[in-house]
Structures are given as structure tokens and as C-alpha cells.
């Protein structure tokens, strides 16, 4: 109990809270405007963070297939059948996360103007809060898919958090690290707020939470296999 309360309380306050201090203190358009250089947004434009927003949601669909393709290949080779659960995590966590949640019902849906299209940075629509759902469909910057996508490169933690305790660590402070550096080009580029890229990471990582207990991954034995 102690441990799933960790696992998902630890997230939430984390998401509340900071969404909390971003709304007091005006973050969300005071980062953004930071970047803003009427009419546009040319910081976005320059390396790496326009490299960030063609290219950087690659690896993520990189770690998925390669995850396919070990969970199939555990079904013919004994060896790599230990290695099943694991790669199915991460092929599910990335439908699962960023595709459906994040892209699917959030996004698609929630309606949220980007910074470029609010009056503040040269738009026609209203600033949104981030828990406010607009009457359109047309805003789509709540939360962020290429920030979902990531942080996805975190997640491997829960995979290897019970045999290689260390290594999941240095896993998830890397991808956490690239999932701000994508959040800061998204935020560069006017396609993003601060609490967007916030959100991208809590969906993300309350799936990958949910996942790792109902397939078991808490249940797994810690011992070396041979």
C-alpha cells in the first residue's frame, strides 16, 4: 500500500501543487512571453529547437518497436521470454499514454488555446487556465504530445526499478531531462504553456503507474534468473 501510494500520490500532489504556483504566479504567460518577439516566435525557429520539435518525437517510436519486437520475439526465443511483461509495458504505456490520453482524449478535445493564438501573443482567442475546457475543439494545446512523447523515454523506470534499482534512476533523470528540454522548445515555438508540459508528464507517468500494477510488474522476482 505504501508503495502504490508513493506511486500515484507522490504524481498528484506534485501535478496539483505546481499547477497551483504556475496559476498564483502568472507562469504560464510570463515563460511564454519570454519568447515571444512580436509577430512571431524566432527562438523557436533556431537550433536545437526546431531539431527538437521535427525530430525529437523519434525516439520514443523507436523504443516502442523495439519493444514490439522484443515482446514477439520472447514468444520463440526461451531466453528473451523473461523480457515479455517488460516490453509490454512500454508498448502499451506509449498507445496507451501519449497516444490515447495524451493526443486522443485530451488534446483533441479539451480545447485549449496555444500561445500563439491567444490576444497576449498576437491571436484572436482568450487564455485559458489549464483545468478550464474551452466550448471548441479547436485549441489543442493541453497537454503536450511531443512532451508526452518525451517523457515517455522516462518510463522504462518501472520496468527496471525492482532488478536495477540504479539504472532506473539514471533512466528516468535522463528522459525526464529531454521531456523539459522538448517542453522548452514547445514553449520557444508558441505551441505550448508550462502547464501543458507539466500535465504531459503526469498523464504519462499515471498510466505508466497504472500499468505496472495491473500487469504485475510489482509481483516480479528481484533474483537473477537462469
Known sequence: MGRKLLDFG?????????????????ADLKVSA???????????????????YRFGFYPAYLLGTAALALFVAGFFRQ?????RK????????LAL???LMVNSVLKDHWGRPRPREITQFGGAGAFHQPWQR??????????????????????????????????ALYVF???????????????????????????AWGVVHLTASVLYYL????????GNKH
Open 10 to 26: 507522490l504524481p498528484l500532489v506534485i501535478l496539483l501543487a505546481a499547477t497551483a504556483i504556475i496559476a498564483i504566479t502568472g
Open 34 to 52: 519570454f519568447f515571444y518577439r512580436s509577430p512571431g516566435w524566432p527562438i523557436g525557429d533556431q537550433a536545437p529547437w526546431h531539431q527538437l
Open 79 to 83: 531466453p528473451l521470454a523473461r523480457f
Open 86 to 93: 517488460g516490453a509490454a509495458f512500454m508498448v502499451l504505456l
Open 97 to 99: 499514454g501519449p497516444g
Open 134 to 167: 474551452s466550448g471548441t475543439d479547436n485549441g489543442k494545446s493541453f497537454p503536450s504530445g511531443h512532451g508526452s512523447s518525451a517523457f515517455y523515454l522516462a518510463m522504462p523506470y518501472f520496468v527496471l526499478r525492482r532488478r536495477h534499482p540504479r539504472l
Open 173 to 199: 533523470g535522463s528522459g525526464m531531462l529531454y521531456g523539459v528540454l522538448m517542453g522548452l522548445a514547445r514553449i520557444a515555438q508558441g505551441g505550448h504553456f508550462v502547464s501543458d508540459i507539466l500535465w
Open 215 to 222: 500487469l504485475g510488474l510489482d509481483r516480479e522476482c528481484t
